[in-house]
């Protein structure tokens, strides 16, 4: 990177949260990828309560506003919160700490990469997984070695999706992380920060800096969708 943007970063206090905002999208993404296997697994099974109640509430960030799905996580995840307290008893503290903005941006994109894995198991030629079945293999070595091949652009524009969505989470991460100057400042929280004191250089050069990343999250996302399309077309 050129010496002088070094330099402008250093003099805006810019270096932390751009830091911190990749630290987390990357711990993040391989949380999602884990994830969104995992869970296209289980939520395209045959529809059971426990189902259900695990694909609302994965779904559920997508639709309630992030400020209030922060608070609702601040309740369970607090010191005594249901999950809150026995964490802070092993010693793990998640409220205003860097894990609270990672559970902040894990929860926010979550949903993009399980509903994109699971619209496109679901759409999927039921004749190829019958005929897996019928070669005796399980439900578990039809899903690896047949589903996700199948379904590995729809995973790619999901986790791609995600990435974003950590790169802009706001409320979620406002509420779990605390928004501490040079510990859970992450870009999004810092261009805010950076307004209301009226830092307009540092708004945006951070701005710009995630501009950039935005549009580099939407080439590929495009080309992703160039080759998915393609494959569809020669098989």
Do not use: C
Request: no cysteine; aromatic share 8%.
């Amino acid at each position: 990177m050129n010496p002088e943007i070094i330099s402008f970063i250093e003099e805006n206090d810019a270096a932390g949260p751009i830091l911190l905002s990749l630290d987390t999208a990357a711990v993040t993404l391989i949380l999602h990828l884990m994830a969104g296997v995992l869970a296209g697994f289980f939520l395209t099974g045959r529809k059971t309560f426990l189902r259900t109640l695990a694909d609302t509430a994965i779904t559920l960030p997508l639709v309630f506003p992030p400020i209030a799905t922060g608070f609702l996580l601040l309740l369970l995840l607090g010191r005594n919160g249901i999950i809150g307290r026995p964490l802070q008893s092993a010693g793990i503290e998640t409220i205003f700490s860097t894990t609270g903005v990672y559970t902040a941006s894990f929860i926010a994109g979550l949903p993009l990469v399980v509903k994109s894995v699971q619209s496109a198991i679901e759409t999927m030629d039921r004749s190829l997984l019958e005929a897996s079945w019928t070669l005796g293999k399980s439900r578990t070595q039809t899903y690896i070695r047949v589903v996700l091949p199948h379904i590995r652009y729809a995973l790619l524009t999901g986790l791609i999706l995600s990435l974003g969505r950590s790169f802009g989470e706001v409320g979620i991460t406002l509420m779990l992380g605390g928004n501490i100057s040079g510990k859970t400042e992450t870009m999004s929280l810092a261009i805010y920060n950076a307004v209301f004191e009226g830092s307009f250089e540092k708004a945006a050069l951070l701005s710009l800096i995630l501009a950039i990343i935005s549009l580099g999250m939407f080439a590929i996302l495009k080309k992703i969708s160039r080759t998915g399309n393609g494959s569809r077309t020669v098989a």
